[in-house]
């Protein structure tokens, strides 16, 4: 329980303000359509980070506990400083909407733009930290939805209001704990 709640808790806050926040903006502006951008969403997502949870799982099978506990320790506190960075949207993820209707343009554009992304990172690391991919993966994608359905419903009207400096701190504080949690031995009953 304790993956399922840690990761929606910590991907809902490095959600906001990221790229796919955002790109939740534009779709519902240019849109106004928001149960297929909502549907493209929650599809890009589980399939997105269902590979980042897949990749966890496998990471810790083939890596010992103690060099896993170091790359976790240390991933996590990269988050940390990575969450402090402000991300912006690309004009070529927002393209790709001309060419399908908007469930596909949203399932498109959500899965490219979440490649590579803080919160794809971040279901690899909590996934291999937790050794419960499929908690780690419903959680991440519920934190996901969690951000971005709001954004759908409101638009960019509230975007302007939300404060984005207190809410990228406190995600890269709890990055950051889980990172210094893990490098002093927390989860060493997971074999870490």
Same mark, same amino acid.
Not at 24 to 40: D, N, S, Y
Not at 49 to 74: D, K, N, Y
Not at 106 to 117: K, W
Not at 154 to 169: E, F, Y
């Given at each position: 329980?304790?993956?399922?709640?840690?990761?929606?808790?910590?991907?809902?806050?490095?959600?906001?303000?990221?790229?796919?926040?955002?790109?939740?903006?534009?779709?519902?502006?240019?849109?106004?359509?928001?149960?297929?951008?909502?549907?493209?969403?929650?599809? =890009? %997502?589980?399939?997105?980070?269902? /590979?980042?949870?897949? $990749? @966890?799982?496998? +990471?810790?099978? #083939?890596?010992?506990?103690? !060099?896993?506990?170091?790359?976790?320790?240390?991933?996590?506190?990269?988050?940390?400083?990575?969450?402090?960075?402000?991300?912006?949207?690309?004009?070529?993820?927002?393209?790709?909407?001309?060419?399908?209707?908007?469930?596909?343009?949203?399932?498109?554009?959500?899965?490219?733009?979440?490649?590579?992304?803080?919160?794809?990172?971040?279901?690899?690391?909590?996934?291999?930290?937790? =050794? %419960?991919?499929?908690?780690?993966? /419903?959680?991440?994608? $519920? @934190?996901?939805? +969690?951000?971005? #359905?709001?954004?759908?419903? !409101?638009?960019?009207?509230?975007?302007?209001?939300?404060?984005?400096?207190?809410?990228?701190?406190?995600?890269?504080?709890?990055?950051?704990?889980?990172?210094?949690?893990?490098?002093?031995?927390?989860?060493?009953?997971?074999?870490?």
């Amino acid at each position: 329980m304790e993956a399922l709640l840690v990761s929606t808790g910590v991907v809902t806050l490095a959600e906001i303000g990221d790229k796919t926040q955002l790109l939740a903006f534009l779709l519902a502006a240019r849109f106004k359509k928001p149960v297929p951008i909502i549907l493209g969403i929650l599809v =890009a %997502t589980l399939f997105n980070h269902g /590979i980042a949870g897949a $990749l @966890g799982a496998w +990471i810790t099978s #083939v890596i010992s506990p103690e !060099i896993m506990r170091w790359v976790l320790g240390l991933s996590f506190i990269a988050m940390a400083v990575w969450t402090l960075i402000p991300d912006e949207i690309e004009e070529e993820e927002t393209r790709i909407a001309k060419r399908f209707g908007v469930f596909g343009a949203t399932l498109v554009t959500f899965f490219l733009a979440e490649m590579g992304d803080k919160t794809q990172v971040a279901t690899v690391a909590m996934a291999a930290h937790y =050794a %419960t991919p499929v908690m780690v993966v /419903i959680g991440t994608t $519920l @934190g996901m939805l +969690i951000a971005d #359905v709001p954004a759908v419903f !409101i638009g960019d009207k509230l975007a302007s209001r939300i404060p984005m400096k207190p809410v990228h701190i406190t995600a890269a504080a709890i990055f950051a704990l889980l990172g210094v949690m893990t490098l002093l031995g927390a989860g060493k009953e997971l074999g870490f």
